[in-house]
């Protein structure tokens, strides 16, 4: 069965990175697109940006620009979002998730998610 | 693109019927709409896919609807597993975006 397997949590200070990992098994990683999504304590679902598994190229959403980064690697099957000059606000859980192309490119599968913790 | 959902919160007893409302701030292409269900600490849940196919296991009390702005989730008889928050998603070609959910909840 498919299964998106995530990176424990972090605990980080502000103006510090983050990279959390998504690793894929139970389909063929490339045939699919990863998107990323947060979700700050007690909030909503924010989509932040997906990649490629294939090609590599990555969108983001507006809010993130200049500060996220999704890359990947083929090899090992797994995905990585990278968040820098982190902000008191980036605290959330960090979810990854894979679009099938075959039901309309809808977020099948999640991650488990993985807690941001940013504190001074 | 804007999704809101309706009502915020929605209070109903087992047995009884759900609408949950999504509404675009533009037109939107009924294919790439979708609805989540997540419980307290888990992870979302894919619910309906292209507005209104049920996706894999989803019991047939779940149903979806709606176009152009307006689309709807419907749980015909809530059982107490349905109690839960629920998105709706908009994907286009290189984007996508959530409506700020509806907490579906006990009465």
């Known amino acids: 069965q498919v299964q998106l397997v995530q990176s424990g949590a972090e605990v980080k200070k502000p103006g510090a990175s983050v990279k959390v990992s998504c690793k894929a098994s139970g389909y063929t990683f490339i045939d699919n697109y990863i998107h990323w999504v947060r979700q700050a304590p007690g909030q909503g679902l924010e989509w932040m940006g997906w990649i490629n598994a294939n090609s590599g190229v990555s969108k983001y959403a507006q809010s993130f620009q200049g500060r996220v980064t999704m890359t990947r690697d083929t090899i090992i099957s797994t995905a990585y979002l990278e968040l820098s000059r982190l902000r008191s606000d980036d605290t959330a859980v960090y979810f990854c998730a894979r679009d099938d192309p075959e039901i309309a490119a809808a977020l099948s599968d999640w991650g488990q998610g993985t807690l941001v913790t940013v504190s001074p | 693109i804007v999704l809101t959902q309706s009502p915020g919160t929605l209070s109903l007893s087992p047995g009884e019927r759900a609408t949950l409302s999504c509404r675009a701030s533009q037109s939107i292409r009924a294919s790439y709409l979708a609805w989540y269900q997540q419980k307290p600490g888990q992870s979302p849940r894919l619910v309906i896919y292209?507005?209104?196919a049920r996706a894999t296991d989803i019991p047939d009390r779940f149903s979806g609807g709606g176009s152009g702005t307006d689309f709807t989730l419907t749980i015909s008889r809530l059982e107490p597993e349905d109690f839960a928050v629920y998105y709706c998603q908009h994907y286009g070609a290189s984007w996508s975006t959530f409506g700020q959910g509806t907490k579906l909840e006990i009465k």
């Open positions: 292209g507005a209104s």
